[in-house]
């Protein structure tokens, strides 16, 4: 498509399952980045994906969140055993890999329950 | 590490009225600098970019922002507002090399007809 796609964009989940988040990058992006918006709050980084280097992990809140990307296209953000500070928005991103203009997803709302 | 600091988490304004945003930023090297618009109910949006060159960026819908590198700054203008700028605005950085994305906290902005 023609821009960032994300799945789904509405999520009710109970305390205590495990959630997975889908991102499709558009073509040709790829740089990949997962954010996370609560209620009142600002955008707080995630996880951030560049070609086959390492990810750079260092936003990621606890370890109940993990995010991998296959094949350098599509990925998954899984959160384990859901809390209710989990709810939020959870965008993603893409970019080319110099860095330039970042174009956003419509975002994956999670309400934990 | 960066970081980015809007000064005003709300403004309030009438039509016709001028705005200013506030942007600064923490990092000392090379900076692509950015604004991101996120009207009601939709996703983030890019409003204008600064990468190199002339420091007074115009950007879509009558926006336009300053890079002052003395003063590790970014403000966001626009001179005479529209209700249909009522959005939050989010100001971003990242490094010149191509990394994440680092925003302000965002500044809600309510334009009363």
């Known amino acids: 498509g023609a821009g960032v796609s994300q799945s789904p964009s509405n999520k009710v989940t109970e305390k205590g399952k495990d959630v997975e988040l889908r991102c499709d990058p558009i073509?040709?992006?790829?740089?990949l980045y997962w954010y996370r918006q609560s209620l009142g709050q600002g955008l707080e980084f995630l996880i951030y994906f560049q070609g086959n280097s390492a990810p750079d992990k260092s936003g990621l809140p606890s370890d109940r969140f993990s995010a991998e990307r296959t094949g350098g296209s599509v990925s998954t953000l899984t959160i384990q055993r859901t809390q209710q500070e989990d709810s939020a928005v959870y965008l993603c991103?893409?970019?080319?890999?110099?860095?330039?203009?970042?174009?956003f997803g419509e975002g994956s709302w999670l309400t934990v329950v | 590490a960066q970081s980015v600091s809007q000064h005003n988490h709300h403004v309030i304004l009438s039509e016709a009225a001028s705005l200013e945003l506030g942007c600064n930023y923490s990092?000392?090297?090379?900076?692509?600098l950015f604004w991101y618009v996120q009207y009601p109910g939709q996703h983030l949006q890019l409003l204008l970019k600064?990468?190199?060159?002339?420091?007074l960026v115009k950007g879509i819908k009558g926006f336009e922002a300053e890079f002052i590198k003395s003063k590790f700054s970014f403000n966001l203008r626009k001179p005479s507002v529209q209700w249909s700028d009522t959005a939050e605005y989010f100001c971003?950085?990242?490094?010149?090399?191509?990394?994440?994305?680092?925003f302000g906290g965002g500044t809600r902005v309510l334009v009363k007809p």
């Open positions: 990092y000392g090297g090379t900076v692509n």
């Open positions: 971003a950085v990242n490094q010149a090399a191509g990394n994440k994305l680092t």
């Open positions: 991103a893409s970019s080319y890999r110099d860095g330039n203009t970042i174009y």
């Open positions: 600064y990468f190199s060159g002339d420091p």
């Open positions: 073509s040709g992006h790829t740089a």
